[in-house]
C-alpha cells in the first residue's frame, strides 16, 4: 500500500487523511440520506403541482392570445439569474444543445427551462472549478512534485475534461434510475388504471386516481400520471399529451400503452382488454428481467468467492494442522 501511495505522489499522512475524510463524507450521507428521503415525494409532486400550473396558465394565455405576453415576462425572470446571464453570453443554447440533449433532460426529470439553464452552466463553470482544483492540489501542494511537468499538466487537464462531462454523466445516471423506477411500477400502475376504467370512470379520473395511489411505489410516475392528467384536461390535442408522456419516459413498454390510448380516443375502441392485455406483457416483462438478474447472479459471485470465501476457508481448515505441526519442526 506504501508503494501505491509512492506511485501517486502522496504521503503517508496526506492519504490517511483522505481516508478519513472519505469516511466521515460516507458516514454523514448514510444518517443524513434516510431524512431527506422521506420528503422526496412530497418535495416533488410540490415540483409537479407548480408545472401543471404553468400548463394551465400557458394554455389559457395561448386561448386568450396573450402568448407573446407570457414569453416576454418569463424570459425577463429567467435572466435574472447569474447563470441564465453567463449562458445567454456565450450563447451556450445554440452550441451546446441539441435534441437529443434535451430529450435526456426530459427523461432524467429535468423538463423546465431553468434545469436548462443549470445544466448548460454547469457544463462551462465546472471545467473550470475541477482544473483549478486539480491545479491547487497539484502545484500549490506539491502532489505529484516527484513528476515530470508535462504529465502534472496532462492530469490538469484530463481532470477538467472530466468536469465537462460530469453534467452528462449525472443527467445518464438519474435518467436510468427515473427510467427504472417506472419501469418496475408500470405494471402495477397498468392495472390500478384498468381498474378505473372499468369501473367507469374516464381517463384524466383515471390517471389521476393512479397517481395518487402509485407515488408510495415510484414518484416519478407519480409524476408523470399527474401530468398527463394536467395536459389531457388543457392541451386542444389530446394526442400531443400521450406523445410527451413518450418523450418524457423514454419507454417501449410506455409507448405501447400511449399507442392503444391513442387509437382508443381515435376510433373509440375499448380501453379494456388493451389494458388488460398490455398489463399481462408489462408484468411478463418484469418477471424475465428479474429471472435474468437471478441466472447471472451465480457468475458474479463466482469471482468474490474464489476472491475473499475460499482462502478463509483454507485458513480455517489448515489453520490448526499447520499451528500443530510448526512446533515440530
Given at each position: 500500500?506504501?508503494?501505491?501511495?509512492?506511485?501517486?505522489?502522496?504521503?503517508?499522512?496526506?492519504?490517511?487523511?483522505?481516508?478519513?475524510?472519505?469516511?466521515?463524507?460516507?458516514?454523514?450521507?448514510s444518517l443524513v440520506g434516510p431524512l431527506l428521503n422521506g420528503r422526496d415525494m412530497k418535495t416533488r409532486m410540490k415540483a409537479v403541482a407548480l408545472e401543471r400550473d404553468q400548463v394551465r396558465a400557458r394554455e389559457r394565455a395561448?386561448?386568450?392570445?396573450?402568448?407573446?405576453?407570457?414569453?416576454?415576462?418569463?424570459?425577463?425572470?429567467?435572466?435574472?439569474?447569474f447563470a441564465a446571464k453567463v449562458v445567454e453570453a456565450l450563447d451556450l443554447?445554440?452550441?451546446?444543445?441539441?435534441?437529443?440533449?434535451?430529450?435526456?433532460?426530459?427523461?432524467?426529470?429535468f423538463r423546465t427551462q431553468r434545469s436548462l439553464t443549470l445544466f448548460l452552466f454547469c457544463r462551462v463553470s465546472l471545467p473550470l472549478l475541477f482544473g483549478v482544483v486539480a491545479a491547487f492540489y497539484i502545484f500549490g501542494l506539491g502532489i505529484m512534485a516527484s513528476h515530470a511537468l508535462g504529465i502534472r499538466l496532462f492530469v490538469c487537464i484530463a481532470v477538467a475534461y472530466a468536469g465537462f462531462y460530469a453534467p452528462i454523466v449525472f443527467v445518464g445516471n438519474a435518467g436510468k434510475k427515473r427510467a427504472q423506477?417506472?419501469?418496475?411500477?408500470?405494471?402495477?400502475?397498468?392495472?390500478?388504471?384498468?381498474?378505473?376504467?372499468e369501473s367507469g370512470n374516464a381517463i384524466e379520473a383515471a390517471?389521476?386516481?393512479?397517481?395518487?395511489?402509485?407515488?408510495i411505489q415510484s414518484v416519478p410516475l407519480?409524476?408523470?400520471?399527474?401530468?398527463?392528467?394536467?395536459?389531457?384536461?388543457?392541451?386542444?390535442?389530446?394526442?400531443?399529451?400521450?406523445?410527451?408522456?413518450?418523450?418524457?419516459t423514454g419507454?417501449?413498454?410506455?409507448?405501447?400503452?400511449?399507442?392503444?390510448?391513442?387509437?382508443?380516443?381515435?376510433?373509440?375502441?375499448?380501453?379494456?382488454?388493451?389494458?388488460?392485455?398490455?398489463?399481462?406483457?408489462?408484468?411478463?416483462?418484469?418477471?424475465?428481467?428479474?429471472?435474468?438478474?437471478?441466472?447471472?447472479?451465480?457468475?458474479?459471485?463466482?469471482?468474490p468467492m474464489m476472491v475473499f470465501f475460499l482462502p478463509v476457508l483454507f485458513a480455517v481448515i489448515i489453520g490448526p494442522a499447520v499451528i500443530k505441526v510448526l512446533p515440530n519442526l
Amino acid at each position: 500500500m506504501d508503494a501505491v501511495f509512492q506511485m501517486l505522489g502522496l504521503s503517508s499522512h496526506v492519504a490517511l487523511g483522505l481516508c478519513v475524510a472519505v469516511a466521515m463524507f460516507a458516514t454523514v450521507v448514510s444518517l443524513v440520506g434516510p431524512l431527506l428521503n422521506g420528503r422526496d415525494m412530497k418535495t416533488r409532486m410540490k415540483a409537479v403541482a407548480l408545472e401543471r400550473d404553468q400548463v394551465r396558465a400557458r394554455e389559457r394565455a395561448r386561448m386568450a392570445g396573450e402568448r407573446d405576453n407570457q414569453r416576454v415576462s418569463l424570459r425577463q425572470q429567467a435572466d435574472r439569474s447569474f447563470a441564465a446571464k453567463v449562458v445567454e453570453a456565450l450563447d451556450l443554447r445554440k452550441a451546446l444543445m441539441d435534441e437529443a440533449t434535451t430529450n435526456k433532460l426530459r427523461i432524467a426529470g429535468f423538463r423546465t427551462q431553468r434545469s436548462l439553464t443549470l445544466f448548460l452552466f454547469c457544463r462551462v463553470s465546472l471545467p473550470l472549478l475541477f482544473g483549478v482544483v486539480a491545479a491547487f492540489y497539484i502545484f500549490g501542494l506539491g502532489i505529484m512534485a516527484s513528476h515530470a511537468l508535462g504529465i502534472r499538466l496532462f492530469v490538469c487537464i484530463a481532470v477538467a475534461y472530466a468536469g465537462f462531462y460530469a453534467p452528462i454523466v449525472f443527467v445518464g445516471n438519474a435518467g436510468k434510475k427515473r427510467a427504472q423506477s417506472i419501469s418496475r411500477a408500470w405494471p402495477d400502475a397498468l392495472d390500478l388504471l384498468l381498474i378505473c376504467v372499468e369501473s367507469g370512470n374516464a381517463i384524466e379520473a383515471a390517471f389521476r386516481r393512479v397517481a395518487d395511489e402509485i407515488g408510495i411505489q415510484s414518484v416519478p410516475l407519480a409524476e408523470e400520471m399527474v401530468l398527463v392528467c394536467a395536459e389531457l384536461s388543457y392541451l386542444p390535442d389530446r394526442k400531443q399529451a400521450y406523445e410527451n408522456l413518450i418523450t418524457r419516459t423514454g419507454l417501449e413498454s410506455v409507448r405501447s400503452v400511449c399507442t392503444a390510448l391513442i387509437q382508443a380516443e381515435r376510433y373509440g375502441t375499448p380501453l379494456g382488454v388493451a389494458l388488460r392485455t398490455l398489463a399481462q406483457e408489462s408484468r411478463d416483462q418484469r418477471m424475465t428481467a428479474a429471472e435474468g438478474k437471478a441466472a447471472a447472479l451465480p457468475p458474479k459471485l463466482t469471482v468474490p468467492m474464489m476472491v475473499f470465501f475460499l482462502p478463509v476457508l483454507f485458513a480455517v481448515i489448515i489453520g490448526p494442522a499447520v499451528i500443530k505441526v510448526l512446533p515440530n519442526l
